[in-house]
Structure formats: structure tokens, C-alpha cells
């Protein structure tokens, strides 16, 4: 049982080029998340989704993307990288629960910065 | 607008005393509440999570308790032990009309130092 993976751990990009931040979870979690975090803050929520085919914005979404094609994969796409998205990304999964809140599991992180 | 806040960037404990991490929120929407831990270059972890009709949960050396009349929380390590030396997230989330989706807000994260 990995839990959630990411992949890249590490990543450098040019400004305007694109990339695809992945991310599978294999607990047959409904629920999962994209946040980033930047040096000294707290982690921000840029997309959610509570299911395959069904997604939603979080704090932070401008500049991404996201889609969930199926229970275990929730990639996240950033289509022209500026400087201000440089940040640690993190990915998490969780139960279902509507009017419950289920902890959340957190992937490794992948470290992007944009130059 | 920082609806959840951690104040204290650090603390600094001794092996063996208590540590105090300390966190208030804005929201009065929010009736769920949640510790992560952070190691580097890894994930946070969950610890510990209480709702709102309680104002206690023990689990171990860490004990979280909520006053919510001053919404504010506090998660208690005793002892403390070298190996706790993290970064210690607070997060909170409304689960009021059940539409939530389990989303956390998350305070800046206190790191936590245990000399021994």
C-alpha cells in the first residue's frame, strides 16, 4: 500500500513552458486535493474533487488546471509557468464524507520552480 | 484574509518538558479541527483532530484541546521528545450544509525544536 505518489520530486521550468504534476492515490479514496505551499506560509487549496469526471476550484486555482479521469489519478497542469508559481506542490486524498471530515494523506510533494 | 493562525514561527522545548503549540481561527463557521506534523522534504502527516462539541481529545503525548468561545486551540506534547522536531500545521474545516468536501484551511505552520 504506497498511499499517494507524486512525480517529479523535483522540477526547474522556464517561463511560459507547461507541465503535468502527477499524482495517484491506491486507498480508493473518493476525495482528493491539489495544494501548493510557498516558503513561510501554510498550505493553499488550488483544486479539489470529490469523484472521477467532477472537479472544483479551491483558494488558488488561477494558472491550473486539473482533471480525474478515474478513482486513483488526479494530475495537475500548469500551461504557461510563471515565476509566482514556484511553490511545493502537494497532492492528498481522503474518505468521502459529506457533512464529515476525514483526515487527510498527503503525497511527498513535488518542488517546482520557474525561472 | 487568514482565517486560521498560527503566531508563534517557533518554539523552542527542552527534552522531557511540555511543548504548547497554540492556534486561532476567525471562521466561527469552522467545527473541525485538525494537527499535522512536517517533516522535510516529505508530507504532513495527520496527529490529531477534534470537533467543536468536544474541548478535549487525548491520543498518547498529544493532547488538543478548543475553547471556542476564544477560538482558539492548543495541541500539548508532554514529553517532549527529539523526535517531534517539526513543523506543526493547524487546519480547520465547516462541515455546516454538508458541502464541505472535507477542505482544510491551513494556519503558516509553527516549527517545533526539541534539544536534548
Known amino acids: ?115 | 484574509d487568514q482565517q486560521v493562525k498560527q503566531n508563534s514561527p517557533s518554539l523552542s522545548v527542552q527534552e522531557g518538558r511540555i511543548s504548547i503549540l497554540n492556534c486561532d481561527y476567525t471562521n466561527s463557521m469552522f467545527d473541525y479541527f485538525l494537527w499535522y506534523k512536517k517533516y522535510p522534504a516529505e508530507g504532513p502527516t495527520f496527529l490529531i483532530s477534534i470537533s467543536s462539541i468536544k474541548d478535549k481529545n487525548e491520543d498518547g503525548r498529544f493532547t488538543v484541546f478548543l475553547n471556542k468561545s476564544a477560538k482558539h486551540l492548543s495541541l500539548h506534547i508532554v514529553p517532549s521528545q527529539p523526535g517531534d522536531s517539526a513543523v506543526y500545521f493547524c487546519a480547520a474545516s465547516s462541515n455546516a450544509g454538508g458541502t464541505s468536501y472535507g477542505k482544510l484551511t491551513f494556519g503558516q505552520g509553527t516549527i517545533l525544536t526539541v534539544h536534548p
Open chain 1, 1 to 115: 500500500n504506497a498511499g499517494v505518489t507524486q512525480t517529479p520530486k523535483f522540477r526547474i521550468l522556464k517561463i511560459g513552458q507547461s507541465m503535468t504534476l502527477q499524482c495517484t492515490q491506491d486507498m480508493n479514496h473518493n476525495y482528493m486535493y491539489w495544494y501548493r505551499q510557498d516558503p513561510g506560509m501554510g498550505l493553499k487549496l488550488i483544486y479539489y474533487s470529490v469523484g472521477a469526471g467532477i472537479t472544483d476550484k479551491g483558494e488558488v486555482p488561477n494558472g491550473y488546471n486539473v482533471s480525474r479521469s478515474t478513482t486513483e489519478d488526479f494530475p495537475l497542469r500548469l500551461e504557461l509557468a510563471a515565476p509566482s508559481q514556484t511553490s511545493v506542490y502537494f497532492c492528498a486524498s481522503s474518505t468521502a464524507g459529506l457533512a464529515v471530515t476525514y483526515e487527510q494523506y498527503f503525497g511527498p510533494g513535488t518542488r517546482l520552480t520557474v525561472t
